[in-house]
């Protein structure tokens, strides 16, 4: 499984973005797909995640703002990121974790918000 995000760049509070993550390789043996960030100076933080199944998960600082999806004909997830804030400002990680255990993640985004 290899991952590669793309979407990130600069925009103004409230503004909108969307971030894709195409999965090349068998996504047959994933199990859930999800989406994390990291700013400058902290860890790493999950955002969001989508199950197999289709449910989902969210942060708390994000929820009602960010809705995680897939396009399966694509076999692609993605992130779209409204009434965005200066705190959203962090380099975005797709990540897949296998029903054996093995995770991969791809190089990162980065998403700028200007206040």
């Known amino acids: 499984v290899q991952l590669v995000e793309s979407g990130g760049g600069l925009v103004q509070a409230g503004g909108s973005l969307t971030l894709s993550c195409p999965i090349s390789?068998?996504?047959?043996?994933?199990?859930?797909f999800g989406w994390f960030r990291q700013a400058p100076g902290k860890q790493r933080e999950f955002v969001a995640r989508?199950?197999?199944?289709?449910?989902?998960d969210y942060a708390d600082c994000i929820k009602g703002r960010f809705t995680i999806f897939r396009d399966n004909a694509k076999n692609t997830v993605s992130l779209q990121m409204n009434s965005l804030k200066p705190e959203d400002t962090a380099v975005y990680y797709c990540?897949?974790?296998?029903?054996?255990?093995?995770?991969?993640w791809g190089p990162g985004t980065q998403v700028t918000v200007s206040s």
């Open positions: 990540n897949t974790i296998q029903y054996s255990g093995q995770t991969a």
């Open positions: 390789g068998t996504s047959f043996s994933i199990i859930v």
């Open positions: 989508i199950w197999r199944t289709g449910s989902t």
